[in-house]
T-cell receptor, first 115, second 107 residues
Framework: DADVTQTPRNRITKTGKRIMLECSQT?????MYWYRQDPGLGLRLIYY???????NKGEISDGYSVSRQAQAKFSLSLESAIPNQTALYFC??????????????FGAGSRLTVL | ELKVEQNPLFLSMQEGKNYTIYCNYS?????LYWYRQDPGKSLESLFV?????AVKQEGRLMASLDTKARLSTLHITAAVHDLSATYFC???????FGAGTRLTVKP
């Protein structure tokens, strides 16, 4: 099984629908992240969480919300999806590494299309 | 606001050639990361640079960090087709990524 599992892997939905992307990890990491990837824009951070009680906005949090249900689970919600939220979404985790290194382990990605 | 700029964004090179990818960032940071993404795949960690002057090498890739210049480089030596991928740098502050450099190595 993958260390970081994202579901669904692909989703097509319509404008205005509520969508939830789920992420679970088996690495025992405290930190979890949600990114979106758009061609030519790299990865942009949406939200991140350093533990169950800690949620922080990233670069582009508008239109998104998150829930950290447990140390191993971090879900991303689009309350009312719009077409410009069509993107590839990645969940990532990290632990407290050597010398403060914060190497990310990524899930396989969730491709979302909003029509 | 932290900005991370990579250049070039697209790089087409022939096998056997050398080239350097640059990653500039706008605020102080003493840690920088390089990741690789193969087409249709997720990202994998390549290098972790933890201090000024850090240099890491693996195979034909070598990464370095100059925190005073706010610059990291990823040097490719004698490129081979298997290195074709998109390479991203990420700065520790906010874990912000550059736009990526799409590398294509041609025979």
């Amino acid at each position: 099984d993958a260390d970081v599992t994202q579901t669904p892997r692909n989703r097509i939905t319509k404008t205005g629908k509520r969508i939830m992307l789920e992420c679970s990890q088996t690495k025992g990491h405290d930190r979890m992240y949600w990114y979106r990837q758009d061609p030519g824009l790299g990865l942009r951070l949406i939200y991140y969480s350093f533990d169950v009680k800690d949620i922080n906005k990233g670069e582009i949090s508008d239109g998104y919300s998150v829930s950290r249900q447990a140390q191993a689970k971090f879900s991303l919600s689009l309350e009312s999806a719009i077409p410009n939220q069509t993107a590839l979404y990645f969940c990532a985790t990290s632990g407290r590494g050597v010398a403060g290194a914060n190497v990310l382990t990524f899930g396989a990605g969730s491709r979302l299309t909003v029509l | 606001e932290l900005k991370v700029e990579q250049n070039p964004l697209f790089l087409s090179m022939q096998e056997g050639k050398n080239y350097t990818i640059y990653c500039n960032y706008s605020t102080t940071s003493d840690r920088l990361y390089w990741y690789r993404q193969d087409p249709g795949k997720s990202l994998e960690s390549l290098f972790v640079l933890l201090s000024n002057g850090a240099v890491k090498q693996e195979g034909r890739l070598m990464a370095s960090l100059d925190t005073k210049a706010r610059l990291s480089t990823l040097h490719i030596t004698a490129a081979v087709h298997d290195l074709s991928a998109t390479y991203f740098c990420a700065v520790h502050n906010d874990m912000r990524f550059g736009a990526g450099t799409r590398l294509t190595v041609k025979p």
